[in-house]
């Protein structure tokens, strides 16, 4: 699961054992995606969601930052648009039609 931090205008995250940088300026486009999962185990089942972060850079690079829950992942895409206030946020019809040739 992802660790990211968003810091003085710079996405961080590690790609082992490697310490990444994407600067927040150069995304243009970030949305959520949830993932319901059912588990079952020896004494009974569960489920859970997994939340992931998509992000787009100017360069048509995508990374994937995913989550245990979606709280955090709803954080972390908070925190970007804090950083970039210019980029585009959600998975709308009129931002696939825009970034979809990225």
Known sequence: MAKVTVENGKV???RFPF???????????AYL?????S???????F???I????????????????FESMQEARELLA?????NPDMA???TQENRKKFESY
Do not use: H, I, T
Request: hydrophobic share 40%; glycine share 8%; charged share 30%.
């Open 39 to 45: 588990a079952k185990m020896c004494c009974g089942s």
């Open 19 to 29: 310490l990444c940088e994407l600067p927040a300026a150069s995304l243009v486009w």
């Open 51 to 66: 939340g992931r972060v998509v992000v787009l850079d100017r360069d048509g690079k995508r990374k994937v930052f995913q």
């Open 12 to 14: 961080l995250y590690r």
């Open 79 to 83: 925190k970007l648009e804090e950083a």
């Open 89 to 91: 946020v959600g998975y």
């Open 33 to 37: 995606q949830q993932e319901d999962v």
């Open 47 to 49: 489920n859970a969601e």
